[in-house]
């Protein structure tokens, strides 16, 4: 799939089929992960994939913004101190937030040109979340990403004019 087309036509989706993800599809979303760019190389991420349906029902008692059945969640897991020292305070601060954001593209790009459905989310309990998952002291979750064959076709998407969101050379220039 053309990727600008994945960009156009992908929609959040919250209904899914109950159907598991093929094993190539799960080693995409590593090579999305793992290819996906960080400042200063730091690399500070840490993703955990949940495909354990007994996993993803106990994610969902402490996610309320998690719909559906999804086949799978990856949790997107930041770490303040192995950013601090692998890129230095800017990184510690804001650019682990941009990484991340960055990864959960291409992982929600990548389980797209699939034909999965998927949705970022991140309202839920980060304590439970966080003892779920197993994740030690210095990591924390910091967004879902719900996956799965979609059940139904997602919502049509309305988006702001070009002309609102967009400005050329300087602000509010068309």
Do not use: W
């Not at 793992?34 to 400042?39: L, N």
């Not at 994610?59 to 692998?86: M, T």
């Not at 291409?106 to 304590?127: A, E, W």
């Not at 003892?131 to 139904?152: F, R």
């Amino acid at each position: 799939m053309d990727v600008l087309e994945a960009i156009r036509s992908r929609r959040s989706t919250r209904s899914f089929e109950p159907r598991g993800l093929e094993p190539e599809i799960i080693n995409a979303i590593e090579t999305a992960i793992t290819s996906s760019p960080s400042g200063s190389n730091a690399q500070e991420s840490h993703f955990v994939i949940v495909q354990d349906p007994a996993q993803i029902r106990r994610i969902k008692r402490f996610a309320p913004g998690l719909s559906g059945d999804p086949a799978a969640v990856v949790v997107l897991c930041s770490n303040r101190r192995d950013a601090l020292e692998r890129g230095g305070a800017d990184t510690a601060e804001v650019l682990r937030f941009v990484n991340m954001g960055i990864a959960a593209a291409y992982v929600l790009l990548t389980t797209f040109s699939f034909g999965l459905g998927n949705c970022p989310v991140r309202s839920f309990h980060r304590g439970a979340i966080k003892e779920i998952v197993g994740l030690p002291g210095d990591i924390e979750p910091e967004l879902l990403i719900t996956m799965g064959y979609p059940a139904e076709p997602p919502r049509l998407k309305t988006s702001m004019p070009m002309t609102e969101v967009i400005s050329h050379d300087h602000f509010g220039h068309r």
